[in-house]
T-cell receptor
Framework: NAGVTQTPKFRVLKTGQSMTLLCAQD?????MYWYRQDPGMGLRLIHY???????AKGEVPDGYNVSRLKKQNFLLGLESAAPSQTSVYFC???????????FGSGTRLTVV | DQQVKQNSPSLSVQEGRISILNCDYT??????FLWYKKYPAEGPTFLIS?????DKNEDGRFTVFLNKSAKHLSLHIVPSQPGDSAVYFC?????????????FGSGTQLTVLP
């Protein structure tokens, strides 16, 4: 099993550009999450989804949008990138009834 | 306001000795706690967990202790091995909604010296 796959692994954007990060899971998990990791701050929740077609805001949602059109995919969009969005982004999924998440390997994004 | 705190950014221990990583929390709604391990350029991987109805959970070299009255948990690794060198995140799950979001601490970099 591939588990949780994130693409791309690395990206450099210019301020004001847009991009979409893709997360795909093959475990038929109901729940999916996007986190960002910054030095000294751990992982902070951006948005999450409790099922296909549903999304909700997490702790730090400003500047991001998400979509979950298919159960296996969770997309994170940046409409107008800012240097403050330079971070490592992790996607995770969770099956119903479980507490723990399965994480992808991350996307390192630099906004210049 | 951080609801899950790991006050030690780094810890170094000698191979074979015990590593103790600490975590404090403030939210009384947290009812399940997890430890994740993260190597560079990889995603976090689940290590061990504990329910709030227990005070100890053991899995091989890893033991997690929970002190609910103090809102404190700790991860013990005995004996420590060089391959244990990684960043360890404490995470807490609350029962206030169906999404079971995890709230993470800022992590502790463990270095096990050969």
């Amino acid at each position: 099993n591939a588990g949780v796959t994130q693409t791309p692994k690395f990206r450099v954007l210019k301020t004001g550009q847009s991009m979409t990060l893709l997360c795909a899971q093959d475990m038929n998990h109901e729940y999916m999450y996007w986190y960002r990791q910054d030095p000294g701050m751990g992982l902070r929740l951006i948005h999450y989804s409790v099922g296909e077609g549903t999304t909700a805001k997490g702790e730090v949602p400003d500047g991001y949008n998400v979509s979950r059109l298919k159960k296996q995919n969770f997309l994170l969009g940046l409409e107008s990138a800012a240097p403050s969005q330079t971070s490592v982004y992790f996607c995770a999924s969770r099956r119903t009834g479980a507490y723990g998440y399965t994480f992808g390997s991350g996307t390192r994004l630099t906004v210049v | 306001d951080q609801q899950v705190k790991q006050n030690s950014p780094s810890l170094s221990v000698q191979e074979g000795r015990i590593s103790i990583l600490n975590c404090d929390y403030t939210n009384s709604m947290f009812d399940y706690f997890l430890w994740y391990k993260k190597y560079p350029a990889e995603g976090p991987t689940f290590l061990i967990s504990i329910s709030s109805i227990k005070d100890k959970n053991e899995d091989g070299r890893f033991t997690v202790f929970l002190n609910k009255s103090a809102k404190h948990l700790s991860l013990h690794i005995v004996p420590s091995q060089p391959g244990d060198s990684a960043v360890y995140f404490c995470a807490a799950s609350d029962n206030s909604g169906s999404a079971r979001q995890l709230t993470f601490g800022s992590g502790t970099q463990l270095t096990v010296l050969p």
